[in-house]
């Protein structure tokens, strides 16, 4: 996830025919948000190619929180037993 303002955002994902932010719904949730969408979620799509999302506040913080319970299961797991 990255704020849409990043500079380090690639050229091609900022050119994607993404929604107006200040009138667009999530495009996770389906919500429409009182501020202006200003994150976008990039998940790797088919053939490893970059898929943005504008994902609303609610979304990217229950997104950071599923992150953040993975690597810590991850870290917590033991390691996997070879055979």
């Known amino acids: 996830m990255a ?3 990043d500079p380090g955002l690639p050229a091609f994902i900022k050119q994607r025919a993404l929604p107006d932010p200040a009138t667009a719904r999530c ?3 389906d919500a429409r948000p009182r501020q202006p969408l200003s994150t976008v979620l990039i998940v790797d799509g088919p ?3 970059p898929v943005p999302f504008l994902v609303c506040n609610q979304c990217r913080r229950t997104l ?3 992150h953040a319970l993975l690597e810590s299961a991850d870290r917590s797991s033991p ?3 070879s055979w």
């Open 27 to 29: 495009e996770l949730c």
């Open 79 to 81: 390691a996997p037993q």
């Open 64 to 66: 950071d929180e599923l």
């Open 3 to 5: 704020p849409l303002d």
């Open 47 to 49: 053939d490893g190619l």
